[in-house]
């Protein structure tokens, strides 16, 4: 099985950073498309950035020029750097993948839509 985990989310000041990791765990053997997403309150989670296997991004248009969403293959872990950080970025970030090969028991298998537990973060002075 696939586990994702995140780390990297607090509380920061407008106009400050912070870097959200996200690792994957488990026998895997590739992931596909990694993605950020994130939800405040009383709305519904929609992504903020994505990266394909080998490297394409995309971003929704309320973080271009700010956040930088980066990857390591071999490390399984996917990144995305807040800069210029607004009150409006305020909310829980969930890390996703839309597919992951693995194996279980040496038998491969594929895990589809997996998400981590999500981390939380808040700007506001």
């Known amino acids: 099985q696939v586990q994702l985990v995140e780390s990297g989310g607090g509380l920061v000041q407008p106009g400050g950073s912070l870097k959200l990791s996200c690792a994957a765990s488990?026998?895997?053997?590739?992931?596909?498309?990694m993605g950020w997403y994130r939800q405040a309150p009383g709305k519904k989670r929609d992504l903020v950035a994505s990266?394909?296997?080998?490297?394409?991004?995309k971003y929704v248009d309320s973080v271009k020029g700010r956040f930088t969403i980066s990857r390591d293959n071999a490390k399984k872990v996917v990144t995305l750097q807040m800069n210029s950080l607004k009150p409006e970025d305020t909310a829980a970030y969930y890390c996703?993948?839309?597919?992951?090969?693995?194996?279980?028991?040496?038998?491969?298998?594929?895990?589809?839509?997996?998400w981590g537990q999500g981390t939380l973060v808040t700007v506001s002075s």
């Open positions: 990266i394909t296997e080998d490297g394409h991004t």
């Open positions: 996703n993948t839309e597919q992951v090969d693995y194996e279980y028991f040496g038998i491969p298998r594929r895990a589809l839509d997996t």
């Open positions: 488990g026998r895997i053997i590739s992931i596909g498309t």
